[in-house]
């Protein structure tokens, strides 16, 4: 039986990242809306947006291979890597208004300045990343990538990875000053405090159950106390879904047509983390290998330093897994019950079109400690087992859908946002980029969703992301401004990002 009932203007469903970034932005655009928060945890950043479940890397396309392709031609294609970076310079504009304007106290508590590297062996992908790097090296967003091919330029950036190294083919890495670590939990937990002294009403073990129409155009839904078992009923002119790997069922309850033919993978992660504080104070960046063949783009290998809860650590991973769980916290059921008779044949041509990606994730999920060690010893060649633990990280839910490029069931790597045709509802589904690109996916959710007030709040948004609507890569002028502004109230050293 229903014991509450409310109206409200705005429903965000689920306290992670991209709830925490939508309301904010809101919250900025117009302070008198009335916005509520329902979370199923007992706290925010808990799933895939806490620290330890996600690598915590600023995803500004400086390291990550799988951005960057070479075409038939044998040129390497950037311009992904040009999107993701641009996206990576609205979160940082949008953070650094947050610290100036004294919404969020710290910046070292969630983002620290790290080397970003790409490290490849074998004559074939030398020659590779050196095209990549002739590519990137001459646009302004990339400026101050450093590419060596010489063992020792190499042992001095990365002595853990360059010592013990059998040096029997080429060897190459890139190197940019300018990446970051961000902590994205505390990130969310800070911006979820700024939210709880904006009024915003926040409500934790209240899991939403059901979303359904009202004949007013206005949203209604069904949520379990989990506390008292009772169910309240709240209604909201406007409902964003981000519930991370929760948000596929929730679209399909709400029964909006954009939502249907949809369907959902999940790929859960496991890194490796080092438990000693020698080897871990021996390396000081996040190194990006290549996946390997076979391997989705989210599995790509990287070595990476982490600052979490001021103390460094080392990370080793992901290592693909299966579990049919949506959420690290959600239930076995989930896959199944995510099969509904308008995406089933979406689902089972996707089934049929990705053997090579459940026989790598099979065998991922197989791996002995001792196998997983081999994989990290392709880093770290002197790894000793005692040094390493391992830590079950977030759910990935990847997105199924038909697509006119690769037909029916075709599985996304990418981040979908998907809208009712009266911008009413919203849904996030997928993580990738992921949390990095949180503030320019909001601001497009806010776009679609609200297009009656963009003109009106453009002043505002431009006011908080001077590159809003601008091209940086087109000027360079508005960069270096932004970088040197950003760097400041970040508080990164000037020598981070200083341009050559
Ligand atoms: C292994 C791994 C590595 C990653 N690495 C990176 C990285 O290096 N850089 C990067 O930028 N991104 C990375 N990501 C992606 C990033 O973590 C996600 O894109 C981001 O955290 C998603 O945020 P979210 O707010 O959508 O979801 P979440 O943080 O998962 O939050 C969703 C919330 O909704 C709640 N919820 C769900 N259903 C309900 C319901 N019915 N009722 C109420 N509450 C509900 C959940 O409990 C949860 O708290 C990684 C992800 C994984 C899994």
């Not at 080429?170 to 990130?187: E, H, Q, R, Y």
């Not at 390997?292 to 979490?308: C, E």
């Not at 990418?414 to 990095?436: H, N």
Request: some cysteine; aromatic content about 8%.
């Amino acid at each position: 039986m229903s014991n509450r009932e409310a109206k409200t203007d705005v429903i965000l469903i689920g306290a992670g990242i991209m709830s925490a970034t939508l309301g904010t932005l809101l919250k900025e655009l117009v302070p008198e809306w009335n916005i509520k928060v329902f979370e199923k945890l007992d706290k925010a950043g808990e799933e895939s947006s806490n620290e330890w479940n996600n690598a915590g890397t600023g995803h500004a396309a400086l390291c990550e291979l799988n951005y960057t392709v070479e075409k038939p031609d044998g040129s390497v294609d950037i311009s992904k890597a040009i999107k993701i970076n641009e996206q990576f310079q609205v979160s940082m504009q949008f953070w650094s208004y947050l610290v100036n304007s004294k919404r969020l106290q710290n910046p070292q508590d969630f983002i620290m300045p790290l080397p970003h590297m790409s490290l490849v062996q074998g004559d074939q992908n030398v020659t590779f990343l050196k095209k990549r790097f002739e590519a990137m090296s001459n646009n302004p967003l990339f400026q101050g990538m450093e590419f060596s091919d010489v063992p020792e330029k190499l042992l001095e950036w990365i002595p853990l990875i360059m010592e013990g190294r059998k040096l029997d083919e080429p060897i190459a890495a890139t190197k940019i000053d300018s990446g970051t670590d961000v902590n994205f939990g505390a990130l969310t937990r800070m911006l979820f405090d700024h939210l709880t002294s904006k009024n915003v009403e926040i409500n934790y073990k209240h899991s939403v159950n059901d979303i359904k129409r009202k004949n007013d155009g206005s949203w209604e839904l069904k949520v379990r106390n989990l506390d008292s078992s009772r169910i309240e009923s709240h209604t909201a002119k406007f409902v964003f879904i981000g519930g991370g790997g929760g948000s596929l069922h929730l679209l399909q309850k709400s029964g909006i047509p954009e939502g249907k033919h949809i369907g959902g993978f999940p790929v859960s992660g496991i890194f490796m983390v080092c438990n000693n504080p020698d080897v871990v104070a021996e390396h000081h960046a996040k190194v990006y290998g290549k996946a390997k063949v076979g391997a989705p783009p989210m599995s790509v290998p990287h070595l990476d330093t982490r600052f979490i809860e001021n103390k460094k650590s080392l990370l080793f991973g992901p290592f693909a897994g299966f579990s049919p769980k949506f959420l690290k916290t959600g239930s076995l059921l989930d896959l199944v019950t995510s099969v509904k008779p308008n995406n089933v044949l979406t689902m089972l041509a996707a089934g049929a079109k990705e053997m090579s990606l459940t026989k790598y994730l099979i065998q991922q999920v197989m791996l002995s400690k001792e196998q997983r060690m081999e994989e990290l010893r392709e880093f770290i060649p002197n790894a000793k087992t005692e040094d390493w633990d391992l830590v079950v990280a977030g759910q990935r839910v990847q997105v199924i859908k038909d697509t006119e490029a690769g037909g029916k069931g075709t599985l996304q790597f990418g981040t979908e946002v998907i809208t009712a045709a009266d911008g009413s509802i919203a849904a996030l589904l997928g993580a990738s980029p992921g949390a990095s690109t949180a503030v320019h996916v909001m601001l497009e959710v806010i776009k679609k969703c609200f297009p009656q007030h963009t003109k009106e709040w453009e002043p505002k948004i431009k006011e908080m992301i001077p590159s809003y609507g601008v091209s940086l890569m087109e000027n360079p002028e508005l960069l270096q401004k932004i970088h040197t502004s950003t760097a400041q109230t970040l508080g990164f050293g000037e020598k981070e990002m200083v341009f050559s």
